[in-house]
């Protein structure tokens, strides 16, 4: 395969001269270039030789999507490695970059780490408004904050909380895919018989099935066992 032939090549050989490159390549044609090693050390599980490639990259190419998402793919393989936290903090000082204030985010959220993945979101929102997914990603923030044992002002995470999922569902213009996010979190902290009427308006879209499932669950504790069994037949039984 591809990754075996490249380990078979020789160590002069397994570099470009970087003239060569410099010479002949344009800067999209690097970009590619680097982000084929990347894959295919990502497909032998390479994970940290990926992320050197990635981190010489990443300077070069912070704008751009591509690459972001990759690297966020490399912390997450790698499990939050103490190498890939401390060089994501590092780039989070460019407070003007958006991909890397939600990579931080994220990477604070998969740490459990959720008060300190708050404010990444909120720096990028404020640089892109127009974003509908920052304000899920800090309702969802601050809800696991408000959930959270240690929280003082439980109530006044979770009011904060709903009124970013709010935002959302209203940005989304109440599509049937925002309803299950909304609907979920009303599921997560209990409010069983507010979440139903985000779950039947899910039960419209791509969703439609995990919206049937968790219907499923609240109506069987209920004790509503023929709604339960209609709905199964319905949406889960091919």
């Known amino acids: 395969d ?53 981190r010489s990259i990443t300077n070069k190419f912070s704008d751009d999507l591509a690459v972001m998402r990759t690297l966020n793919e490399i912390v997450n393989a790698m499990q939050c490695h103490s190498k890939s936290s401390r060089y994501i903090q590092r780039l989070a000082q460019r407070r003007d970059n958006v991909y890397v204030q939600v990579l931080l985010g994220h990477l604070g959220m998969a740490r459990r780490n959720h008060r300190a993945a708050i404010f990444p979101y909120i720096m990028a929102l404020n640089q892109a408004p127009q974003q509908k997914l920052l304000y899920l990603f800090i309702g969802i923030a601050l809800l696991h904050e408000g959930m959270s044992k240690r929280t003082l002002k439980r109530h006044f995470s979770l009011a904060r909380s709903f009124a970013m999922m709010m935002e959302y569902y209203k940005q989304s213009k109440e599509s049937p895919e925002a309803a299950y996010n909304v609907g979920r979190a009303l599921h997560f902290i209990g409010l069983n ?46």
Do not use: C
Request: net charge positive; hydrophobic share 40%.
């Open 193 to 238: 018989n507010m979440a139903v009427p985000y779950y039947e308006q899910a039960l419209n879209g791509p969703l439609s099935r995990e919206a049937a499932h968790n219907l499923i669950t609240i109506y069987r504790n209920s004790g509503a066992i023929p709604l339960a069994r209609r709905l199964a037949q319905q949406y889960l039984v091919t």
């Open 2 to 54: 591809v990754v075996s032939k490249i380990e078979r090549v020789s160590p002069k050989r397994k570099r470009l001269p970087s003239r060569v490159v410099a010479r002949f390549w344009t800067k999209n044609q690097r970009l590619m270039f680097h982000k084929i090693a990347v894959a295919t050390y990502l497909r032998a599980e390479d994970f940290d030789k990926a992320q050197q490639l990635v």
